[in-house]
């Protein structure tokens, strides 16, 4: 009876059962594989700076082309009747002129000797400055029609390939319209498009293996030249382009390419934790992680994000090694709390 009446000593809570998983830093070393398309770094269309009717065409589809090659001609008729013309002109504006500066050479020297007025000196000047003028335009106007005689043929301002035609002989044309497409000689790009999560850490100078499905068995080694610096509005993909180091005779334009670039190239040296996004916390207006400690006490630690993901977080600094992290009901625990780890239900959904 006396020892039923007795107190009895206050019990420990049991702690706090919280799904928990440790962390590990990301793989450095994964990559991904994109397709592209071989293309040439520079391509221009070849066209006519004058309109006319194409009388002939020197190259076709697939030719290789020199520089200054004529590629294509217009009917040069009207063109040579507009240089005669001006030539005439120029003629006769040259006549003038020097007729008007021997008439102000014999009234220069009769005015110094008062044999003529003032006035009559003065028609003379006037006289002569129009004639300069006039022969001055003329002369411009011969040099138009000289070059437009020249516009008459098409010359490939670079060495490369043709690779589309776009006029056909005694189609007219008019000034600027495509003739042909050139693709320079020189250095090849590869082309592809990148979704987002794939733009960390890429940047001019990238190094990248490309493979040819046409040469099976050989890699070639690219480098990233050139990054979009805005998504494509229909795809919302971002376009790279990426120089072959060292292109040889199998590399033809149009080839398609799988493109493997490293993942966060640069980011190389630099630790990240990818978490799922139900652990992050803030700690004020700074995200925070609860972290289990060794004696199994959650404590409240700020961290970087560097990456924000639909369902995932990147974790730049902040986090350790083997470190064990809360991973849901992260508004449900306190700091100092004694807790229980346990595995998630689904181990498969937590990537670190």
Not at 165 to 188: C, F, K, M, P, R
Not at 209 to 230: F, K, S
Request: with cysteine; hydrophobic share 40%; net charge neutral.
């Amino acid at each position: 009876m006396l020892t039923a009446c007795g107190k009895r000593a206050p019990t420990t809570p049991a702690p706090r059962p919280v799904v928990s998983a440790l962390v590990h830093p990301d793989s450095g070393a994964a990559s991904a594989t994109f397709p592209g398309q071989l293309q040439p770094r520079y391509s221009t269309p070849l066209s006519f700076r004058v309109a006319g009717k194409i009388v002939e065409r020197g190259v076709r589809l697939g030719d290789h082309v020199k520089a200054g090659q004529v590629v294509a001609r217009l009917d040069p008729s009207d063109y040579d009747k507009n240089l005669a013309s001006a030539r005439a002109q120029f003629d006769a504006a040259q006549h003038r002129y020097q007729f008007a500066r021997q008439q102000l050479d014999r009234d220069t020297a009769q005015a110094k000797s008062n044999l003529i007025a003032r006035a009559q000196l003065e028609q003379t000047q006037d006289a002569y400055a129009s004639a300069d003028a006039a022969r001055t335009q003329a002369q411009q106007q011969f040099a138009l029609a000289q070059n437009q005689r020249r516009y008459t043929e098409l010359v490939a301002a670079h060495a490369g390939v043709i690779t589309a035609e776009n006029a056909d002989t005694g189609q007219n044309v008019q000034a600027g319209q495509a003739v042909y497409t050139l693709a320079w000689s020189g250095a090849i790009d590869v082309v592809c498009d990148l979704p987002e999560n794939a733009l960390a850490g890429l940047h001019a100078g990238v190094a990248a293996q490309v493979a040819l499905p046409a040469v099976p068995g050989h890699t070639y080694t690219a480098h990233v030249r050139e990054l979009a610096a805005a998504a494509d509005p229909q795809s919302r993909t971002w376009r790279v382009n990426l120089t072959l180091d060292h292109p040889d005779a199998a590399v033809r334009l149009g080839m398609t390419a799988d493109v493997t670039l490293p993942a966060g190239a640069a980011q190389a040296g630099a630790t990240t934790f990818t978490v799922p996004a139900t652990a992050l916390f803030h700690d004020g207006d700074a995200p925070a992680l609860w972290i289990v400690r060794s004696d199994d006490v959650l404590e409240l630690r700020r961290i970087a994000v560097s990456r924000y993901d639909a369902r995932t977080i990147t974790v730049s600094s902040g986090l350790a090694d083997g470190e064990r992290i809360v991973l849901q009901g992260v508004h449900t625990v306190n700091a100092g709390e004694k807790v229980r780890p346990v595995p998630p239900v689904h181990p498969e959904d937590f990537a670190s």
